[in-house]
């Protein structure tokens, strides 16, 4: 019996500014198992992190709306919760790991005073200040900071520190699910493998559930148990990492990024990326949104949306699997 | 360390040194670098933030002074020259930058940011022949001539990037030193920078010095790799060498560090590097990399070690190949 965490069903999200309406998440449907890792893949402007937005509800209040699907949430309805319930989620069941270590951090606080900040505010275990200190303590041991740092201020850490900083706030309540969105691109590729080896032996030792964003194919195909591959908003391959990874049908997409990818075992002669641009977010295409870079488009491509079509585990958006035998279509429901 | 004595190399540097004084003493930014480009080829250089690979390039093009030794550019010391040659000399080596946001200008017009070193350098009698050169060279970078008079921010990186590269190529330049073109990029784009640059390559027979981060983008471009720590070289090679046959334990790192893009490899126990990057201000006496190097000995902290040379064209500076020949 498998055992839900977190679903997501039809979600749209749009921002809306006086000129125009940007449509970023147009119906994402996916969700994730308690203990499972799922990687969010998709060039700048996908909608990688406005996904991951959404379901802490922290888009930006005049501008960003979901404006249809549900977000379910170990059975709670998050989209529907009022804002006061949903502050004792965030960061208690649900923590983000940001981007840019840098710039998540106040530069005013030490780094001691801000993971016990976290603390403080979801204090449903009602410990005692000293009790507040010995996790602090004990959080940032387990991201490998000397505890005798944490009087310092983040200028007074490097990148990789800082990053593990910010970890060791989003770990400090012991959230059952975390969302890491890019938590490496900014770092060096030696502290990369380091941060990263990290997340992954705290990922299976705590058994937290996690979303990792990233456009680094590498870095999914060492921590992800399933991947989801976005497009234009879209959610246009999805499936177990063996799916992706060795799967032999994908999305004309997905065979883009990997051929844009410089191989480091083999001798090749030149990448085949993909043409041209993603399209403009404000006008979209009709019929598939991958069409006008696609080397596989057909009439139908132009006109009609594709349905999503599934083998097993694995499911893929495009018209190219309709009438093939293997491939079952998903009825919209 | 001129790696084949046959042909004169293109752009060459001897003991090229550079250091910042600050307030906490000498920052060796560049310290003590021998390379040699032969024309035609690409040399990769790669390391980690801060290592001095940018500072490298830019002291090659004479645009930060270097504190001691020699740039060679077709066997002159470019040190030696005056401002008058320096500007003549210039029109041969260009740069393209890191980031396409910032360093384009966001009030000149694409066509304007081409025509500029042209109209600068007088090369054309007038303006009219100066745009109609930035065309020419709009088609020869893949920018479609509609976007002559768009301005940068109309543009997305991609397309910024290309501008960059127009303006670079626009004096018919033999050198480029490419800082790090790629890295600002989605991985679709960079692919058709990458693709274009090699192109460029072949048909106008450049040279060029690749700075990057990113191990497989250089494997891909490059003919030779020089791998820096801490503004040392601690490696170089020809990159199918390099990569099958790594030999500095920082090099070992670096390559075991890069996720791959292949599941096969989620088990493989990586051989992880701790700790961080040193201070650069007045470094110990020895190996830079002593501090993290997991095969340290007595001797790595005494004193710099030689440059000892593996194999054809491998050279590598540590202390566990010092029974091969020195150079």
């Known amino acids: ?333 | 360390m001129s790696t084949n004595g046959h042909s004169l190399p293109l752009i060459e540097t001897v003991g090229l040194k550079k250091y910042f004084s600050i307030a906490a003493g000498q920052l060796h930014a560049v310290d003590n670098i021998n390379l040699a480009i032969n024309p035609g080829e690409t040399l990769g250089l790669v390391g980690e933030s801060g290592c001095g690979k940018s500072t490298l390039g830019r002291v090659l093009l004479r645009l930060i002074e270097p504190t001691s030794g020699q740039v060679l550019f077709k066997g002159e010391n470019i040190l030696s020259f005056d401002k008058a040659r320096m500007r003549q000399i210039r029109r041969e080596m260009q740069i393209i930058f890191q980031d396409p946001y910032s360093s384009i200008n966001p009030r000149m017009s694409v066509a304007e940011i081409i025509a500029e070193f042209l109209i600068v350098n007088r090369i054309y009698r007038t303006k009219t022949e100066a745009f109609n050169q930035a065309a020419k060279l709009m088609d020869v970078v893949g920018l479609a001539r509609r976007f002559a008079n768009s301005y940068p921010h109309e543009l997305d990186g991609g397309r910024r990037q290309r501008i960059g590269i127009a303006r670079a190529l626009s004096l018919n330049p033999k050198f480029i030193v490419c800082d790090e073109p790629v890295s600002a990029l989605d991985v679709a784009i960079q692919a058709q920078i990458l693709n274009l640059l090699m192109d460029l390559q072949d048909e106008l027979g450049l040279t060029y010095l690749f700075i990057t981060h990113d191990l497989s983008v250089v494997k891909h471009i490059s003919t030779e790799i020089a791998v820096m720590y801490l503004g040392q070289c601690v490696e170089k090679a020809p990159t199918e060498i390099l990569f099958n046959n790594p030999l500095h334990p920082y090099t070992k790192a670096l390559l075991a560090a890069i996720p791959e893009p292949r599941i096969e490899m989620r088990q493989k126990k990586i051989e992880l590097i701790q700790g961080e990057l040193m201070s650069p201000v007045n470094p110990a006496p020895g190996c830079r990399f002593a501090s993290r190097c997991p095969y340290r000995k007595e001797v790595c902290t005494k004193a710099d070690p030689m440059f000892y040379s593996y194999e054809e064209g491998h050279f590598v500076s540590c202390y566990l190949y010092s029974d091969q020949s020195a150079c």
């Open chain 1, 1 to 333: 019996m498998k055992n839900t965490l977190l679903k997501i069903k039809d979600l749209q999200v749009v921002y809306k500014t006086d000129v125009e309406t940007v449509h970023a998440v147009n119906r994402i449907s996916f969700s994730l198992e308690k203990g499972e890792t799922i990687g969010i893949v998709g060039e700048t402007g996908a909608g990688k992190t406005t996904t991951a937005l959404s379901i802490l509800r922290l888009l930006p209040e005049r501008t960003g709306q979901i404006t249809g699907g549900k977000i379910t949430f170990c059975g709670i309805d998050l989209l529907k919760l009022p804002e006061s319930r949903m502050r004792d989620i965030r960061g208690e069941r649900i923590a983000m790991i940001f981007q840019d270590p840098m710039t998540s951090l106040n530069p005013v606080f030490t780094v001691g005073e801000q993971i016990a900040e976290a603390l403080r505010l979801h204090n449903s275990q009602n410990r005692k200040e000293k009790q507040i200190d010995a996790r602090v303590d004990e959080v940032l041991n387990l991201v490998g900071i000397p505890v005798s740092r944490k009087i310092e201020y983040p200028h007074q850490f490097s990148g990789g520190m800082k990053q593990r900083v910010v970890i060791a706030m989003a770990l400090a309540c012991e959230p059952d699910l975390l969302i890491a969105d890019e938590p490496t691109t900014a770092l060096d590729v030696t502290i990369q493998a380091q941060v990263l080896l990290m997340i992954r032996e705290l990922r299976d030792r705590l058994g937290t559930s996690m979303i990792m964003i990233t456009h680094d194919l590498g870095i999914v195909a060492q921590t992800c148990d399933n991947v989801a591959v976005m497009y234009a908003g879209e959610l246009i391959e999805l499936g177990t990492a063996q799916d992706i990874f060795c799967g032999e049908r994908h999305h004309p997409y997905t065979n883009g990024l990997f051929g844009s990818i410089p191989n480091l075992k083999e001798k090749s002669k030149r990448l085949i990326p993909i043409p041209g641009l993603m399209p403009d977010p404000t006008a979209l295409p009709v019929g598939c949104s991958f069409s006008p870079r696609c080397r596989d488009c057909m009439d139908i491509c132009l006109t009609k949306h594709p349905g999503i079509y599934s083998k097993g585990t694995h499911r893929i958006q495009c018209h190219l699997f309709a009438n093939n035998p293997d491939w079952q279509e998903v009825a919209e429901s």
